[in-house]
């Protein structure tokens, strides 16, 4: 009798983490606030209130809007948003592992960012057991709308990644990035601010085989 009764606690105990193993209540008070806050409107009260709920954001960071976050445990201590930032929304972002957004980073609406991946499985079932890797945004880095970034990858400080890209590996540092999957366009110099329309000059730096052509109208226009 005590062991059956013992299966049935295990058994109870293994349902509720299924049930409840993901909810995090106060991440869950924070959203019903925040989805009555008008997007782009109470970019303070909307990052203080990320804040309470244990999300660390450096000074002088502001989110514009709702950020869905989803995970296995206390995943609000696994993002990390440096100073100086300011986050677009919606931003999905995946927490089953860290990601950690440096400072002075712009990121756009409809960025999604994934940190599980499945392992290959057999032919029966091809999604394997879960797996994941952290997520590193650089300093100074421009995600612009609609990118994805994959498990693993890291962005060097100074890059800018295109919208709508699809972005698989790493990308070095003041590096400007398109595509799906994305790929490095050209190297971005140190100290000028790029504009739509700017002509080539001697401050970018390409290296042999890695430089793509692109129209005059849409050099730099990446959002």
């Not at 990390?80 to 999905?92: T, Y």
């Not at 990644?161 to 190297?187: E, M, N, Y």
Request: hydrophobic fraction near 45%.
């Amino acid at each position: 009798m005590r062991t059956r009764i013992e299966r049935f606690v295990e058994r109870l105990r293994r349902a509720l983490r299924t049930e409840f193993g993901s909810l995090h209540p106060r991440l869950v008070l924070v959203d019903l606030v925040v989805r009555l806050l008008p997007q782009l409107a109470f970019p303070n009260l909307r990052t203080a209130l990320y804040r309470l709920a244990g999300i660390s954001i450096g000074a002088r960071s502001l989110l514009s809007g709702r950020l869905q976050l989803i995970g296995p445990g206390a995943i609000e201590h696994r993002l990390k948003i440096g100073e100086h930032c300011w986050l677009n929304a919606p931003l999905f972002a995946d927490l089953t592992d860290d990601i950690t957004i440096g400072d002075r980073v712009n990121i756009g609406h409809h960025v999604v960012l994934v940190t599980a991946n499945h392992e290959v499985g057999p032919f029966s079932q091809r999604a394997g057991p879960v797996d994941s890797a952290p997520i590193v945004i650089g300093d100074g880095t421009w995600i612009a709308a609609g990118v994805t970034i994959l498990p693993g990858v890291t962005i060097g400080a100074g890059s800018i990644i295109g919208a709508g890209s699809l972005v698989t590996c790493d990308v070095p540092p003041r590096t400007l990035a398109l595509g799906r999957p994305a790929r490095a366009v050209r190297r971005l110099g140190g100290d000028e601010r790029p504009q739509s329309g700017l002509d080539d000059s001697a401050a970018f730096e390409v290296k042999p085989g890695q430089a793509l052509s692109l129209a005059p109208r849409d050099r730099f226009r990446v959002w």
